[in-house]
């Protein structure tokens, strides 16, 4: 205990005598700590915000259009078009085990809707009750999607996005109110809640409405669906859940099942898989600037502890001559360096922490909320420890190699 409240005294002595030089190499380790944890502060809230903006178009779906057949299959010429029916999604909803929901989209353009004073155009859809846990179609407090009485019952209910909701009633109350599609009235019953989305395939969906398939195609006559849209339990299972559609399709319609072209298939987990690919990398990209900033503070580390060992040799050698060992030598200055450097790094990490704290709130749609979290707090810190040994080694074996004659000769 004597010995270490002894290290702590002589460090505090050699800061005072070398106040300049001290406070410049503690910047250094201050300077790349708060870089290490900002960079990876602001790759993590980036990677968030990114991936719930691409997660808002749904979560472990893919979506598929009719196609046209690129080989001719028993006997069948080529450039057949493929077309399903809502009675084809249904049976694969019967009958395949791999998807987890699966739903079809009837969709028509231009579509007049009116409110009692104002009206727009916007895209509406017929789909099933479970198309908005796929899509993330989340209602607002106090409404709801589509159900099946709805779908059963052919009733004219709408749900509608929250864009579309403030064109026609500004910012009163929506749920429960009339509007018209195509000059037919409609009851809303939920509006949806805001959400972040970076892709689609038919337009952002807060400028979109939905009602119930049965209805659609009463209104419309719409015999094939637009598309369908299906949703695997987890990423690892859509090549499953498409390989199984592909078989129950071909053999109802007669193509090859190897036939790519037969039905287009936006698969989406591909994209999240790139996605987290691309972002692990460039996160990792901003954490090796980082790092390579601590090593150079890491390197003033070293030279002010050559600086020390300079300045305090003949004392090394008085003590190595009443019988301190080489590994007490090598210990008081390793202890040094790591205080020093643990002080330089605890100051980073409160710049760190104060720069996150005041980073504006309207920059966060597009950057995302930086975030320091227990991982990148442990790898900042088990970086400042590596960097902290490496730097305080070598002045420390010098220090404890010294033979004690050489050292007092030298003063």
Same mark, same amino acid.
């Given at each position: 205990?004597?010995?270490?409240?002894?290290?702590?005294?002589?460090?505090?002595?050699?800061?005072? #005598?070398?106040?300049?030089?001290?406070?410049?190499?503690?910047?250094?380790?201050?300077?790349?700590?708060?870089?290490?944890?900002?960079?990876?502060?602001?790759?993590?809230?980036?990677?968030?915000?990114?991936?719930?903006?691409?997660?808002?178009?749904?979560?472990?779906?893919?979506?598929?259009?009719?196609?046209?057949?690129?080989?001719?299959?028993?006997?069948?010429?080529?450039?057949?078009?493929?077309?399903?029916?809502?009675?084809?999604?249904?049976?694969?909803?019967?009958?395949?085990?791999?998807?987890?929901?699966?739903?079809?989209?009837?969709?028509?353009?231009?579509?007049?809707?009116?409110?009692?004073?104002?009206?727009?155009?916007?895209?509406?859809?017929?789909?099933?009750?479970?198309?908005?846990?796929?899509?993330?179609? !989340?209602?607002?407090?106090?409404?709801?999607?589509?159900?099946?009485? @709805?779908?059963? @019952?052919?009733?004219?209910?709408?749900?509608?996005?929250?864009?579309?909701?403030? #064109?026609?009633?500004?910012?009163?109350?929506?749920?429960?109110?009339?509007?018209?599609?195509?000059?037919?009235?409609?009851?809303?019953?939920?509006?949806?809640?805001?959400?972040?989305?970076?892709?689609?395939?038919?337009?952002?969906?807060?400028?979109?409405?939905?009602?119930?398939?049965?209805?659609?195609?009463?209104?419309?006559?719409?015999?094939?669906? @637009?598309?369908?849209?299906?949703?695997?339990?987890?990423? @690892?299972?859509?090549?499953?859940?498409? +390989?199984? !559609?592909?078989?129950?399709?071909?053999?109802?319609?007669?193509?090859?099942?190897?036939?790519?072209?037969?039905?287009?298939?936006?698969?989406?987990?591909?994209?999240? +898989?790139?996605?987290?690919?691309?972002?692990?990398?460039?996160?990792?990209?901003?954490?090796? !600037?980082?790092?390579?900033?601590?090593?150079?503070?890491?390197?003033?580390?070293?030279?002010?502890?050559?600086?020390?060992?300079?300045?305090?040799?003949?004392?090394?050698?008085?003590?190595?001559?009443?019988?301190?060992?080489?590994?007490?030598?090598?210990?008081?200055?390793?202890?040094?360096?790591?205080?020093?450097?643990?002080?330089?790094?605890?100051?980073?990490?409160?710049?760190?922490?104060?720069?996150?704290?005041?980073?504006?709130?309207?920059?966060?749609?597009?950057?995302?909320?930086?975030?320091?979290?227990?991982?990148?707090?442990?790898?900042?810190?088990?970086?400042?420890?590596?960097?902290?040994?490496?730097?305080?080694?070598?002045?420390?074996?010098?220090?404890?190699?010294?033979?004690?004659?050489?050292?007092?000769?030298?003063?």
């Amino acid at each position: 205990m004597r010995s270490l409240l002894a290290t702590f005294r002589q460090f505090f002595k050699d800061m005072k #005598n070398q106040k300049l030089r001290t406070l410049m190499t503690m910047f250094g380790i201050l300077w790349g700590t708060t870089s290490v944890v900002l960079l990876m502060g602001f790759g993590t809230g980036l990677y968030n915000n990114q991936m719930e903006r691409f997660q808002g178009l749904g979560t472990n779906i893919a979506i598929i259009w009719s196609g046209m057949t690129s080989k001719p299959w028993q006997g069948l010429p080529r450039g057949r078009n493929i077309r399903f029916t809502e009675e084809d999604v249904a049976s694969m909803k019967a009958n395949l085990r791999s998807p987890e929901r699966i739903s079809p989209e009837f969709a028509r353009y231009g579509v007049t809707i009116k409110s009692q004073k104002n009206n727009m155009l916007a895209r509406v859809a017929g789909v099933w009750p479970e198309f908005a846990d796929m899509r993330n179609l !989340i209602p607002m407090e106090g409404g709801r999607f589509l159900n099946a009485y @709805d779908i059963m @019952d052919k009733r004219r209910t709408i749900f509608i996005g929250d864009e579309v909701a403030t #064109n026609l009633f500004g910012n009163t109350r929506v749920v429960g109110q009339q509007i018209t599609v195509n000059n037919v009235p409609f009851t809303i019953v939920g509006v949806l809640k805001r959400k972040a989305q970076n892709s689609s395939y038919s337009g952002r969906d807060y400028r979109q409405c939905w009602i119930p398939s049965s209805t659609f195609r009463t209104m419309w006559s719409h015999r094939y669906p @637009d598309n369908f849209v299906v949703q695997a339990d987890r990423p @690892d299972q859509m090549e499953t859940v498409k +390989k199984e !559609i592909y078989g129950m399709m071909a053999r109802k319609y007669k193509f090859d099942p190897d036939d790519a072209e037969a039905l287009a298939i936006w698969d989406t987990t591909e994209g999240l +898989k790139f996605f987290a690919n691309f972002f692990a990398a460039f996160r990792a990209f901003l954490v090796a !600037i980082g790092c390579m900033t601590l090593i150079t503070g890491g390197i003033g580390v070293t030279n002010i502890m050559n600086v020390v060992l300079e300045e305090r040799t003949k004392e090394i050698g008085i003590k190595m001559a009443l019988g301190a060992k080489k590994r007490t030598i090598m210990l008081q200055f390793l202890s040094e360096t790591i205080v020093l450097t643990a002080i330089g790094g605890s100051l980073g990490f409160g710049v760190a922490a104060l720069l996150i704290a005041v980073y504006p709130e309207s920059l966060t749609e597009y950057m995302g909320r930086p975030t320091i979290n227990v991982y990148g707090a442990a790898f900042a810190i088990g970086v400042l420890g590596v960097i902290a040994l490496v730097s305080g080694m070598f002045p420390a074996r010098r220090a404890a190699n010294l033979e004690p004659v050489k050292a007092l000769k030298l003063f």
